[in-house]
């Protein structure tokens, strides 16, 4: 099982990014996918979450209105459009897969919000 981000980086202030987690060796289609972020010294907190069918969203509520989860099911693939970044979105991102009792995290990838 391997999931990969990708798509971090440094933005300014009011930019934007898209980040990438392609997954590997398990049926993508059955599992419910989330992205988490972690920032220095915080606990890791869920940003947003994907239906295993993408039929149902949920943000967490300092995301809302800004980030837009989606996932495309033939391309083993889920994604995180962020737009209007802050300072404070600056963190690791992680997304991660379950269902059920089965679980899987991905190494993460650094997004950084700085002038």
């Known amino acids: 099982v391997q999931l990969v981000e990708s798509g971090g980086g440094l933005v300014q202030p009011g930019g934007s990014l898209r980040l990438s987690c392609a997954a590997s060796a398990f049926t993508f289609s059955s599992y419910a996918m989330s992205w988490y972020r972690q920032a220095p010294g915080k606990e890791r907190e869920l940003v947003a979450a994907i239906s295993s069918g993408g039929g149902s969203t949920n943000y967490g509520d300092s995301v809302k209105g800004r980030f837009t989860i989606s996932r495309d099911n033939a391309k083993n693939t889920v994604y995180l459009q962020m737009n209007s970044l802050k300072p404070e979105d600056t963190a690791v991102y992680y997304c991660?897969?379950?269902?059920?009792?089965?679980?899987?995290w991905g190494q993460g990838t650094q997004v950084s919000v700085s002038s």
């Open positions: 991660k897969a379950r269902m059920n009792r089965y679980e899987y």
